[in-house]
């Protein structure tokens, strides 16, 4: 990675920010000092983070955190008792802020609707009625097949108001991987809409949530939002029209005092074996994780907007909607692909609406920067001053465009990284440190983060597991009903050890960086090696857009490098091409690392998320059954890739 601060901010930025305003109430002289205090003093770093936000709690509780059950079994706040929708909503309705812009959303079609904190909060609550005239109580699940519109950041409030757990799903799932959430946790209420804009077509929501209804026995009725006014399929009694609804209903719904480890949302992830996992997310240590994280990494503020691209379906959807909202910032949520009608829908978006804040994908911005630099700089992006990313490793490249194109080299990259489970970050850049390129800073506040070897021992230089040795109050309370699959997954390797399947190192100066999943990890003659290692290298040739590497079995090596490349505008795959990237890789990581094939695609699997499933490539390639592929944006993408059995 490169060993350059790009990023230096001024004594006067640093002063400015909440993370250093916080120091400095704390008398805390550096941010080195702080993340080893809010590491090691973890029951001062959260009440000190409920006090700063504030975290509005309906009764105080009486300790910090209870570990006597273990560190996998943590309790936060105990005795205290509050409500997520509360603190997102209901408290910003008491004073001036109840005028205040609490969503900004634009359809893909062009529809542009803004909600004040008032109006979200008298819709919420009549959906919230209805969800209770239909029989939901406490602790019943609700299944969210939504697009990302201001009806399902109403759903999700208002579920968490009355005491109900919400399931954000995918709005581009399938209707069998919609099912399958929907029978994991027993869902009664699916809410659904009558479709979606997606690439110029409507994707059908309701037909798919019939179905997946129709495979879920638990579900008493479908809550149908009308987007499209298209005309959908209809079940009289089961099916209920949001419209119809809500205009019988009170705009008064006091939220529910719920006690600080209750339950408000399932998270799910894809399975690599086909069966997702379900995170359990409860209202005290996910309001106060997630709050914290906008308020200290991105550093919004009440005069912020914040805008990331992302799907209620993915933990950044929950993330943008509690973090923006707790802090009385504004929240900007777009519906459809970014990169239709053209390249430059994003930064389209970002001139019509002024976000101050962008969260992206270092995937999202490879695929934009093939089409040049023209179609940011023909959009005014004065109002963005935090430049931020999530969802997998970058390269440099990529991330230096993103920095000196989209920020012209004035706004930070935040760049951090957590997962669904993990319910927040663990690593994490500040906005008031200098940054060198692909750097996640080091670990978010909080979290007693480190990089193991093998043999469980800190490694500094090389590339190691991502662990965190304490409790932090996002973390997952376990899978929904499979404790024994979550202490397996993540508590076993280590005692005490929360192991994150992620590889990261730390380099000499102490920045942290990603190096890809480690059950991607490619083992090449027992040398080991990320495979955003081997794409930033190939990268790093002009011809190269976009690159996914893989590891396929080799009699001799064990397993070889194959590496598919997407090629930017103007060349044209060759065998001499092909060889020049092959020396791109070896020049930056030796021969050792050279790939075996070079395979040139048109694109690649990647999910709505936009992360690359390598895993998919490699089980097509091998003619193997590529596991849950529900989550992808682009199916098709799998079809140029024919079967190939390497030697093994």
Same mark, same amino acid.
């Given at each position: 990675?490169?060993? *350059?601060?790009?990023?230096? +901010?001024?004594?006067?930025?640093?002063?400015?920010?909440?993370?250093?305003?916080?120091?400095?109430?704390?008398?805390?002289?550096?941010?080195?000092?702080?993340?080893?205090?809010?590491?090691?003093?973890?029951?001062?770093?959260?009440?000190?983070?409920? &006090?700063?936000?504030?975290?509005?709690?309906?009764?105080?509780?009486?300790?910090?955190?209870?570990?006597?059950?273990?560190?996998?079994?943590?309790?936060?706040?105990?005795?205290?008792?509050?409500?997520? &929708?509360?603190?997102?909503?209901?408290?910003?309705?008491?004073?001036?802020?109840?005028?205040?812009?609490?969503?900004?959303?634009?359809?893909?079609?062009?529809?542009?609707?803004?909600?004040?904190?008032?109006?979200? #909060?008298?819709?919420?609550?009549?959906?919230?009625?209805?969800? *209770?005239?239909?029989?939901?109580?406490?602790?019943?699940?609700?299944?969210?097949?939504?697009?990302? /519109?201001?009806?399902?950041?109403?759903?999700?409030?208002?579920?968490? !108001?009355?005491?109900?757990?919400?399931?954000?799903?995918?709005?581009?799932?399938?209707?069998? /991987?919609?099912?399958?959430?929907?029978?994991?946790?027993?869902?009664?209420?699916?809410?659904?809409?009558?479709?979606?804009?997606?690439?110029?077509?409507?994707?059908?929501?309701?037909?798919?949530?019939?179905?997946?209804?129709?495979?879920?026995?638990?579900? $008493?009725?479908?809550?149908?939002?009308?987007?499209?006014?298209?005309?959908?399929?209809?079940?009289?009694?089961?099916?209920?029209?949001?419209?119809?609804?809500?205009?019988?209903?009170?705009?008064?719904?006091?939220?529910? $005092?719920?006690?600080?480890? &209750?339950?408000?949302?399932?998270?799910?992830?894809?399975?690599?074996?086909?069966? =997702? !996992?379900?995170?359990?997310?409860?209202?005290?240590?996910?309001?106060?994780?997630? /709050?914290?994280?906008?308020? #200290?990494?991105?550093?919004? @503020?009440?005069?912020?907007?914040?805008?990331?691209?992302?799907?209620?379906?993915?933990?950044?959807?929950?993330?943008?909607?509690?973090?923006?909202?707790?802090?009385?910032?504004?929240?900007?949520?777009?519906?459809?692909?970014?990169?239709?009608?053209? +390249?430059?829908?994003?930064?389209?978006?970002?001139?019509?609406?002024?976000?101050?804040?962008?969260?992206?994908?270092?995937?999202?911005?490879?695929?934009?920067? @093939?089409?040049?630099?023209? =179609?940011?700089? !023909?959009?005014?992006?004065?109002?963005?001053?935090?430049?931020?990313?999530?969802?997998?490793?970058?390269? +440099?490249?990529?991330?230096?465009?993103?920095?000196?194109?989209?920020?012209?080299?004035?706004?930070?990259?935040?760049?951090?990284?957590?997962?669904?489970?993990?319910?927040?970050?663990?690593?994490?850049?500040?906005?008031?440190?200098?940054?060198?390129?692909?750097?996640?800073?080091?670990?978010?506040?909080?979290?007693?983060?480190?990089?193991?070897?093998?043999?469980?021992?800190?490694?500094?230089?090389?590339?190691?597991?991502?662990?965190?040795?304490?409790?932090?109050?996002?973390?997952?309370?376990?899978?929904?009903?499979?404790?024994?699959?979550?202490?397996?997954?993540?508590?076993?390797?280590?005692?005490?050890?929360?192991?994150?399947?992620?590889?990261?190192?730390?380099?000499?100066?102490?920045?942290?960086?990603?190096?890809?999943?480690?059950?991607?990890?490619?083992?090449?003659?027992?040398?080991?090696?990320?495979?955003?290692?081997?794409?930033?290298?190939?990268?790093?040739?002009?011809?190269?857009?976009?690159?996914? /590497?893989?590891?396929?079995?080799?009699?001799?090596?064990?397993?070889?490098?194959?590496?598919?490349?997407?090629?930017?505008?103007?060349?044209?795959?060759?065998?001499?091409?092909?060889?020049?990237? !092959?020396?791109?890789?070896?020049?930056?990581?030796?021969?050792?690392?050279?790939?075996?094939?070079?395979?040139?695609?048109?694109?690649?699997?990647?999910?709505?998320?936009?992360?690359?499933? @390598?895993?998919?490539?490699?089980?097509?390639?091998?003619?193997?059954?590529?596991?849950?592929?529900?989550?992808?944006?682009? +199916?098709?993408?799998?079809?140029?890739?024919?079967?190939?059995?390497?030697?093994?």
């Amino acid at each position: 990675m490169p060993g *350059k601060c790009v990023w230096i +901010p001024t004594p006067e930025y640093v002063r400015q920010t909440r993370v250093w305003q916080f120091m400095h109430r704390h008398g805390i002289p550096d941010r080195e000092t702080l993340i080893k205090r809010a590491s090691t003093d973890i029951a001062w770093f959260w009440d000190a983070v409920v &006090a700063e936000l504030p975290i509005a709690f309906f009764s105080p509780y009486e300790r910090v955190l209870d570990d006597s059950r273990g560190i996998a079994q943590t309790r936060w706040f105990v005795g205290g008792t509050l409500n997520v &929708a509360h603190n997102c909503l209901d408290r910003h309705t008491c004073d001036a802020d109840r005028d205040r812009k609490a969503l900004i959303w634009e359809g893909e079609d062009g529809a542009v609707r803004e909600l004040t904190y008032a109006e979200l #909060f008298r819709e919420t609550n009549r959906i919230a009625n209805a969800l *209770k005239r239909l029989g939901v109580d406490r602790g019943d699940r609700v299944g969210i097949f939504m697009p990302m /519109a201001p009806e399902a950041v109403a759903a999700f409030l208002a579920c968490a !108001k009355i005491g109900a757990i919400s399931t954000p799903i995918f709005s581009g799932f399938a209707a069998e /991987a919609v099912a399958a959430r929907l029978n994991d946790c027993n869902a009664k209420i699916l809410i659904t809409a009558d479709g979606t804009y997606r690439r110029g077509h409507i994707w059908p929501l309701k037909e798919l949530a019939d179905e997946a209804a129709r495979l879920s026995p638990t579900v $008493e009725h479908l809550i149908v939002w009308q987007r499209t006014e298209q005309k959908v399929p209809w079940t009289p009694g089961r099916d209920l029209w949001w419209h119809d609804l809500v205009a019988r209903e009170s705009n008064e719904c006091p939220s529910e $005092e719920m006690d600080s480890e &209750a339950p408000f949302l399932i998270a799910y992830t894809s399975g690599t074996t086909g069966k =997702p !996992k379900g995170a359990v997310h409860v209202h005290g240590g996910f309001l106060v994780k997630i /709050a914290q994280e906008v308020a #200290f990494q991105v550093d919004m @503020r009440k005069e912020d907007t914040l805008f990331w691209i992302t799907d209620l379906g993915w933990i950044m959807g929950p993330w943008e909607i509690v973090g923006g909202l707790a802090l009385g910032g504004t929240v900007m949520l777009y519906e459809g692909a970014p990169d239709f009608p053209g +390249p430059d829908r994003v930064w389209a978006l970002v001139e019509r609406h002024r976000p101050t804040i962008l969260g992206v994908s270092p995937t999202l911005i490879r695929a934009l920067m @093939r089409h040049g630099v023209e =179609p940011v700089r !023909k959009h005014d992006r004065s109002s963005l001053r935090i430049l931020a990313s999530t969802g997998e490793p970058w390269n +440099p490249d990529p991330w230096l465009w993103y920095f000196e194109n989209v920020g012209d080299g004035t706004r930070p990259v935040i760049n951090f990284s957590g997962g669904t489970e993990a319910g927040a970050c663990f690593l994490s850049a500040l906005p008031m440190q200098p940054l060198k390129p692909c750097s996640l800073g080091g670990p978010s506040l909080g979290m007693a983060a480190n990089v193991f070897d093998s043999v469980g021992q800190r490694i500094v230089g090389g590339v190691g597991e991502l662990v965190c040795t304490k409790p932090w109050p996002g973390m997952t309370r376990g899978l929904w009903n499979d404790d024994d699959r979550f202490l397996q997954t993540y508590w076993s390797r280590w005692p005490g050890t929360w192991v994150h399947g992620d590889w990261a190192s730390i380099d000499e100066d102490g920045e942290w960086f990603l190096h890809g999943r480690s059950d991607d990890t490619l083992n090449v003659a027992g040398k080991r090696i990320g495979p955003a290692e081997v794409e930033s290298a190939a990268v790093a040739h002009p011809a190269v857009a976009e690159a996914a /590497a893989v590891g396929v079995p080799h009699e001799l090596k064990g397993e070889s490098i194959w590496c598919f490349v997407i090629l930017r505008h103007g060349f044209e795959p060759s065998e001499t091409l092909a060889g020049e990237i !092959k020396a791109s890789v070896i020049a930056s990581l030796g021969k050792s690392f050279a790939p075996d094939r070079i395979r040139f695609v048109k694109d690649l699997p990647r999910t709505r998320s936009a992360k690359i499933l @390598r895993r998919a490539l490699r089980a097509k390639l091998l003619g193997q059954d590529p596991g849950d592929l529900t989550g992808l944006e682009n +199916p098709r993408a799998l079809d140029e890739i024919t079967p190939d059995h390497p030697s093994r």
